[in-house]
């Protein structure tokens, strides 16, 4: 049975970073792409990033560029989100999710049909 986990969440000041893991058990990860979703209180989840199964392509948000870096090591079965600079506009709970297709590269990367595959998230609170 497959089972995604995500790691690595916490408390931070405005302006400090933290790095989320995501490990797929299970899976093979150099057949999936994967992305990283997040859902703040009171909102809808939306896309953050995602990045292809050989880590060749990437995409993010606007409102994360040049501030939160998604990577992977395939041989260690594990995605990657460096976020810095976080913002109290960033606390949410973050989701990592692997594509049954290579959608990073494409719109279909910002919708959540596009991935079989959920962990159940890692809490990251900002407080100003």
């Known amino acids: 049975q497959v089972q995604v986990a995500e790691s690595g969440g916490g408390s931070v000041q405005a302006g400090e970073s933290l790095r989320l893991s995501c490990t797929a058990s299970e899976l093979n990860l150099d057949d999936y792409d994967m992305a990283w979703f997040r859902r703040a209180p009171g909102k809808e989840r939306e896309e953050v990033s995602c990045?292809?199964?050989?880590?060749?392509?990437?995409a993010y948000a606007d409102f994360v560029k040049g501030r939160f870096i998604v990577s992977r090591d395939n041989a260690k079965r594990t995605l990657y989100l460096q976020m810095d600079d976080l913002k109290p506009e960033d606390t949410a709970m973050y989701y990592c999710a692997t594509a049954a297709r290579q959608v990073c590269g494409s719109w279909l990367w910002r919708t959540s049909l596009s991935y079989s595959y959920w962990g159940q998230g890692t809490q990251v609170t900002v407080s100003s």
């Open positions: 990045i292809s199964w050989s880590g060749s392509k990437s």
